[in-house]
């Protein structure tokens, strides 16, 4: 299905606008009506980076719902669960992580969602991620 309209001079699409925004039901609105959730942009973001980014966990829950893929890296090497980690929204990054986003991917800076959670002062998110990373046995 094409896009329900252009893109925009750096590529991003009217789903990327709306999940940007926070607009759930507009993100909704676009998905059935034919929009690609795993449109990427000029810097290989999807509309889930920027959702993850933006802290929308209804925008991420429609945009997985309707088949974005949290595996993705964008361009510097980031999921959008590097993305939430890094932002500290640790409602969205345990859903990525539910939904199968990978753990022990490095960005290009050679970074983890965890070290970048732990980075970025959200050690709350950081220890259930790096729990998570740990083989048990």
Same mark, same amino acid.
């Not at 329900?4 to 606008?17: E, I, Q």
């Not at 669960?81 to 345990?94: E, F, K, T, V």
């Given at each position: 299905?094409?896009?329900?309209?252009?893109?925009?001079?750096?590529?991003?699409?009217?789903?990327?606008?709306?999940?940007?925004?926070?607009?759930?039901?507009?993100?909704?609105?676009?998905?059935?009506?034919?929009? /690609?959730?795993?449109?990427?942009?000029?810097?290989?973001?999807?509309?889930?980076?920027?959702?993850?980014?933006?802290?929308?966990?209804?925008?991420? $829950?429609?945009?997985?719902?309707?088949?974005?893929?949290?595996?993705?890296?964008?361009?510097?090497?980031? $999921?959008?669960?590097?993305?939430?980690?890094?932002?500290?929204?640790?409602?969205?990054?345990?859903?990525?992580?539910?939904?199968?986003?990978?753990?022990?991917?490095?960005?290009?800076?050679?970074? $983890?969602? /965890?070290?970048?959670?732990?980075?970025?002062?959200?050690?709350?998110?950081?220890?259930?991620?790096?729990?998570?990373?740990?083989?048990?046995?």
């Amino acid at each position: 299905h094409p896009e329900p309209s252009p893109r925009d001079a750096r590529g991003c699409t009217p789903t990327h606008v709306a999940a940007g925004a926070g607009h759930a039901a507009v993100v909704r609105q676009l998905l059935r009506a034919g929009a /690609a959730p795993n449109a990427l942009d000029a810097d290989g973001w999807s509309p889930l980076h920027v959702a993850s980014v933006q802290g929308g966990l209804d925008c991420v $829950t429609a945009l997985l719902a309707a088949g974005a893929t949290p595996s993705t890296p964008d361009a510097e090497g980031c $999921t959008p669960l590097h993305r939430a980690a890094g932002r500290g929204h640790s409602p969205i990054a345990l859903l990525l992580l539910k939904r199968g986003a990978p753990l022990e991917l490095r960005s290009r800076q050679g970074w $983890t969602p /965890a070290e970048l959670a732990r980075r970025h002062g959200h050690a709350s998110l950081a220890e259930p991620l790096t729990a998570a990373s740990t083989p048990t046995g």
